[in-house]
């Protein structure tokens, strides 16, 4: 079963912005949505995109998601030390499997 | 208000079998698909297995196919990993996580458990 691939980190200042991109196959990303999940340091991930771009209700509009083709990406503005964690991306695959991507570590500078 | 809780992981020493169980409070939970995911010492999240709402429809992981049994009792408003023939490299927090494409989205998970620490070692 494939992994969606992320880097391994990204870093900026605090009120800047940073992306993470997801990089899938046509068995994935190309034919199904993605979800965005934020891992804060010894806790549970936690949902904060679902459908490629939707946001759950109390997640602030600094954090966007969008699709095209076999990628998605993840935008983060108006960067927070509370926005320090790692992040996976992750969708259904057809072979009947969830996938999630190799995560991305923000660190606020 | 959606809650998760895991219990049952453990120490326990290769080829030994353990159960996982997760309650769950605060929605109508036959109505919503789940899964187990879990996460090695250090490294990134990885899908276990799902369940869908009346069990008619279960996936597994390569990684845990003919070894691992996932089930769930409506009635308990519980979910459970079964882990048999289990190896060091099953050791990880395993995460219950509410799956939200049965009702208010195309794919998702959006509530998680705490996780339990499952850890095999002789």
């Known amino acids: 079963q494939s992994v969606l691939t992320q880097p391994p980190s990204v870093s900026a200042a605090p009120g800047q912005k940073v992306t993470i991109s997801c990089s899938g196959s046509?068995?994935?990303?190309?034919?199904?949505?993605v979800s965005w999940y934020q891992q804060l340091p010894g806790t549970a991930p936690k949902l904060l995109i679902y459908?490629?771009?939707k946001r759950p209700s109390g997640i602030p509009d600094r954090f966007s998601g969008s699709k095209s083709g076999t990628s998605a990406t993840l935008g983060i503005t108006g960067l927070q030390t509370g926005d320090e964690a790692d992040y996976y991306c992750?969708?259904?695959?057809?072979?009947?499997?969830?996938?999630f991507g190799t995560g991305t570590k923000v660190t606020v500078l | 208000e959606v809650q998760l809780v895991e219990s049952g992981g453990g120490l326990v020493k290769p080829g030994g079998s353990l159960r996982l169980s997760c309650a769950a409070s605060?929605?109508?939970?036959?109505?919503?698909?789940m899964n187990w995911v879990r996460q090695a010492p250090g490294k990134g999240l990885e899908w276990v297995s799902s369940i869908s709402s009346s069990s008619s429809y279960i996936y597994y992981a390569d990684s845990v196919k003919g070894r691992f049994t996932i089930s769930r009792d409506n009635a308990k408003n519980s979910l459970y990993l079964q882990m048999n023939s289990l190896r060091a490299e099953d050791t990880a927090v395993y995460y219950c996580?509410?799956?939200?494409?049965?009702?208010?989205?195309?794919?998702?998970?959006?509530?998680w458990g705490q996780g339990t620490l499952v850890t095999v070692s002789s």
């Open positions: 992750g969708t259904w695959d057809s072979s009947l499997s969830v996938v």
């Open positions: 605060g929605f109508t939970f036959s109505s919503y698909s």
């Open positions: 459908d490629n771009n």
């Open positions: 996580a509410r799956d939200c494409s049965s009702t208010s989205c195309y794919w998702g998970y959006d509530y």
């Open positions: 046509s068995s994935n990303i190309g034919n199904n949505y």
